[in-house]
């Protein structure tokens, strides 16, 4: 099956053509193309993502992008069905997605299908290599979510049969490490800005508390890190605040964020008898995290999935994966904006 997909949700416009093989326990797929049109440059100065604004863009990028996508008006005849997000993301955002993919559904008279951007960071695990698998089995698998707007924790019995065991309870790890960043004064988004100064400093020089780490549930919370980064920037003597005392800051909130992934997602591993563990989301490209989460992972014998860094942010791609396993499964999401879907 050809998929052509669309995202749409949040300030990255993408449009990919996939081919899906196989069944629901063992799919395939082949990337025939990948566009991604990144709307970073317009939000910085705004220091965040403003939704109307992301709209337009996406009104702009979206001709453009499918005609990148597509070699010729061929590819697109040939595809079987158009996939576009339906949700969670931003309100206008999905709309513009939907209804340019029903437009183009209309005009070449191909089936629209669609598909859950949580799905697809989730499933994002089948573009990961999996070649370097330490056993054949994958699951049961505990699979970590980090990105702008979840932090989620799932319990994966089967490729189908999928649990949530937590979540934040506040704000998401990703926009923690942009509202640190937005303290500091680095541009957004402040997740990359944050790993790069903290490669820079000492992560042992503040201990910012580690939140709900020893509580037995498999929630989060990161707002309350959050403003103790807040207090202590605060605090500091202006004169004390060098390059050296910003790195040192970095470093010291992104250990704290770390960790309580890392313990959270470990213990499950655990108590789940995980085969895997995978990562994925924008926050999967911090390679701190990366880092600790393999090390456990190779303590429990566990497989470690983390996909290529370009299929950790939004994309596509992604997109496609999450439709197939649906269309698979016969299980459609309704052709309209779904802001607050969730698994
Ligand atoms: O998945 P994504 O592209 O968009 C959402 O669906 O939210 O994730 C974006 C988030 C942003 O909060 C960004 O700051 C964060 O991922 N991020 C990082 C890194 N790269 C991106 N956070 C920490 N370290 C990174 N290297
Ligand atoms: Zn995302």
Redesign the pocket.
Known sequence: MRILAIETS?DETAIALVEATGGVKNPKFKIISEVVASQIKTHRPWGGVVPMLAKREHEKNLPVVLKKSLKNEKALSKSDVIAVTVGPGLDPCLWTGIEFAKNLSKKTKKPLIGAS?LEG?LYSFLLANRKKSKSKKIFPAIALMV???HTILLYIESMTKIKKIGETRDDAV??A??KVAKMMKLPY????E??KLASKGNSETVNFPRPMIYHKNYDFSFSGLKTSVLYYLRDLNKKAFSPKTKADVAASFQRAAVDVLVAKTTRAAKEFKAKSIMLS???A??QALRKALAAESRKLKANFFVPDFKY???NAVMIAVAAYMRKLQKKKLQLKSQPNLNF
């Open positions: 949040c951007h960071h990105s702008g707007g990703g926009e490490f942009d988004p402040g997740g990359p944050i790993e989301g924008g926050v490209a911090n950790n942010t939004d």
